[in-house]
């Protein structure tokens, strides 16, 4: 049973558009949720990272939510570039001494 | 965050060889983790390399296939051992300085056997 889950699977958007990304997890207790971007080929890198008492989270045109109660995540993205084509993980952590659960990955093509 | 260093960044081998990936980090840390991740799947955890014990596998990944060695506290490296086509993956190391932090991602090595 995944204990986290992404939605969509792949998404296509316009260069320019919004698009918000979902994470929905099962994990508990829970200490943290993060989020990732991953370019074809290269390693994940850190996009944010929520405790159980933040809500929501800024990093740049990447904005993070976090509702704790129905343990669901979202990472809104703004203004869309090509460059934000990539794989975007969210991955859920149980506490600080336990290892890390990713989800399967949201796929995510902008074009022009 | 830690800056991680990892090599060969993709290498094409044959069956039944072994090939070795090395990473590097600019600042000690107690635990390395190796992931591997198939194409158009997520990361799967390995193992996690301690400095100065054996590396911990998870389950379906042995020792015999997947050697680790954990010299000091900023190197590690992971051999993918008698490979089969089946071992075609992109391989990851991960470091995390601190449970309030993220992982930070060596930029990982593709490995495609042929």
């Known amino acids: 049973k995944n204990q986290v889950e992404q939605s969509p699977q792949s998404l296509i958007i316009l260069e320019g558009k919004n698009c918000t990304l979902q994470?929905?997890?099962?994990?508990?207790?829970?200490?943290?949720l993060r989020w990732y971007k991953q370019d074809t080929g290269r390693g994940p890198v850190s996009l944010t990272i929520m405790t159980f008492s933040e809500n929501t989270k800024s990093n740049g045109r990447y904005t993070a939510t976090l509702d704790a109660d129905t343990k669901q995540s979202s990472l809104h993205i703004t203004a869309s570039q090509l460059s934000d084509s990539a794989s975007y993980i969210c991955?859920?952590?149980?506490?600080?001494?336990?290892?890390?659960?990713f989800g399967p990955g949201t796929s995510l093509s902008v074009i022009p | 965050s830690a800056v991680i260093s990892q090599k060969p960044s993709r290498d094409i081998c044959q069956r039944g060889t072994s090939l070795t990936i090395q990473c590097q980090v600019d600042?000690?840390?107690?635990?390395m983790f190796w992931y591997r991740q198939q194409p158009g799947q997520s990361l799967t955890l390995i193992a996690t390399a301690n400095q100065g014990s054996e590396a911990t596998y998870e389950s379906g990944f042995v020792i015999d296939k997947f050697p680790i060695s954990r010299p000091n506290l900023t190197f590690s490296t992971l051999t993918v051992s008698n490979m089969s086509p089946e071992d075609s993956s992109i391989y990851l190391c991960s470091v995390e300085q601190g449970s309030n932090y993220g992982y930070t991602f060596g930029s990982g090595t593709r490995l495609t056997v042929v």
């Open positions: 994470c929905n997890y099962t994990v508990s207790p829970f200490s943290n």
């Open positions: 600042s000690q840390v107690t635990m």
């Open positions: 991955v859920v952590k149980k506490t600080s001494y336990d290892k890390v659960i």
